[in-house]
């Protein structure tokens, strides 16, 4: 199993980039990179998704160096809506695999 | 919306007695698992389906079960629920997408043992 570390927490105002690593040292070779995001009294939601290099869609974007130890889940001018937890979920999504997230970063956004 | 519903939504209940929390899902989508959430330790899996009667262990499975005699309902059940499980329980499917597929999670299930 591919297990994750994340930073426990982030503070941003608004208006910033703010940038998420998340560290997958034992990544398999058929996993992908996920990242969710959570607000208080929801289920999780899938932000954004990718296997290697740079990803992006019209709220992320997901770096992943060659090596694949690592990613990055980049939120550009966040908002006080963005405030919430985030997760990185390394696995073989649609297949029969164990998805383990990990303790998530909480970011709060402040003016 | 994935079609992913959740019963009960919340359900007090007193130690010892069974509990059995639902998840149905509306698309026959073959990938379903079931999550605790606990503060301070994100969720944590229990147990997952890959097919109908095809299922297996999370990181967290002791003192669950869990079946699935069709595709679209996953059962979780609390043989004898202890005050230790007290906690939100969301269950998710996998849908595909290309090669690989997304997460999309229930409401969840507030479960308060007594």
């Known amino acids: 199993l591919a297990k994750t570390t994340q930073p426990i927490s982030m503070d941003s105002y608004e208006g910033q980039e703010v940038n998420i690593t998340c560290s997958h040292n034992?990544?398999?070779?058929?996993?992908?990179i996920t990242w969710y995001q959570q607000f208080p009294s929801q289920g999780p939601r899938f932000i954004i998704q990718?296997?290697?290099t740079k990803v992006t869609n019209e709220v992320a974007s997901l770096f992943i160096p060659a090596d694949r130890k690592s990613s990055t889940l980049s939120l550009p001018r966040v908002s006080l809506s963005d405030t919430a937890v985030y997760y990185c979920?390394?696995?073989?999504?649609?297949?029969?695999?164990?998805?383990?997230f990990g303790t998530g970063t909480r970011l709060q956004v402040t003016l | 919306d994935a079609g992913i519903t959740q019963s009960p939504r919340h359900k007090v209940t007193e130690t010892g007695t069974p509990v059995t929390l639902r998840c149905h899902q509306t698309?026959?989508?073959?990938?379903m698992y079931w999550y605790r959430q606990d503060p301070g330790h994100g969720l944590r899996l229990i147990h997952y389906?890959?097919?109908?009667?095809?299922?297996d262990k999370g990181e967290v499975s002791d003192g669950y079960s869990v079946s699935r005699s069709k595709t679209e309902d996953f059962l979780l059940t609390l043989e004898s629920a202890t005050s230790s499980q007290t906690s939100v329980y969301f269950c998710?499917?996998?849908?595909?997408?290309?090669?690989?597929?997304?997460?999309?999670f229930g409401e969840g299930s507030r479960l308060t043992v007594l």
């Open positions: 998710a499917i996998s849908i595909p997408t290309g090669t690989t597929g997304e997460l999309f």
């Open positions: 034992n990544i398999a070779t058929n996993d992908y």
């Open positions: 990718g296997y290697k």
């Open positions: 979920l390394v696995g073989g999504t649609g297949t029969a695999s164990k998805l383990t």
């Open positions: 698309e026959n989508h073959r990938y």
């Open positions: 389906s890959y097919g109908v009667k095809d299922t």
